[in-house]
């Protein structure tokens, strides 16, 4: 009798520690706050995955005038830049223009991960020698694709850096990396500047000794003086 006593006890402990944690876990958002700021606890902290950035004109002109304020006698050790910004500084260059009013219609993107920085666009075939300038896979190649490049900046030496291009798709079509150089030649060639013909070069001022890529940011390191 006593054995059979003390498992009805137990089981209705148990309901009732059952239920007052079913309702605890309901109603945390009540009381959670309060404990951890009782206890001393610090909500963790919650990270947002960087995400694309236009690149536009307006980028390449905010590049120039914190890439000004390294030059100064006075200016910091280092900026930070958007990834969108410099890749248009890095386009303005490499095709020695503007970045036009159409790239940024096309929708133009950057996106800047780990020591990585992936661009996107609309690309027009012909822009780029037409279908013809793929052989036998051209016929999948015809009028505006979607380009995706991902690569890596380089600096190739004093006053001049590098977008090393390691992925390159058009449209559903990933290039082979042999194809990459070749294709590269067309949109912009290098001509008298060191560096893999794999890669997109583009100037920089002297006054920058390195360039660091994370996840969202850029950042530009001066040299010594």
């Keep these: 009798m006593f054995g059979c006593m003390r498992r009805i006890v137990v089981l209705v402990v148990f309901g009732v520690l059952l239920v007052v944690g079913i309702v605890a876990y309901i109603t945390r958002s009540r009381w959670e706050p309060a404990v951890r700021e009782k206890l001393g606890i610090r909500p963790v902290a919650t990270t947002t995955a960087p995400g694309w950035e236009p690149v536009t004109a307006a980028g390449v002109a905010r590049v120039r005038t914190a890439i000004a304020t390294l030059r100064r006698p006075t200016g910091p050790a280092f900026i930070n830049v958007q990834v969108g910004d410099l890749v248009a500084f890095a386009i303005d260059s490499a095709f020695r223009g503007t970045v036009s009013a159409r790239r940024e219609a096309n929708g133009a993107e950057a996106l800047a991960g780990e020591n990585m920085i992936s661009i996107r666009t609309i690309v027009n075939m012909k822009d780029i020698g037409g279908d013809g300038a793929f052989g036998p896979l051209g016929s999948l190649l015809e009028g505006d694709q979607r380009v995706e490049v991902r690569g890596r900046i380089e600096l190739t030496g004093r006053g001049n850096g590098q977008l090393r291009i390691e992925r390159m ?21 290098r001509k008298g500047t060191p560096g893999s013909t794999a890669a997109i070069a583009f100037l920089l001022p002297a006054a920058i000794a390195d360039i660091r890529v994370a996840p969202g940011r850029i950042t530009l390191y001066r040299g010594t003086r």
């Design 169 to 189: 798709a058009l449209g559903n079509l990933v290039l082979p990396a042999a194809a990459i150089g070749p294709l590269l030649q067309r949109i912009a060639p």
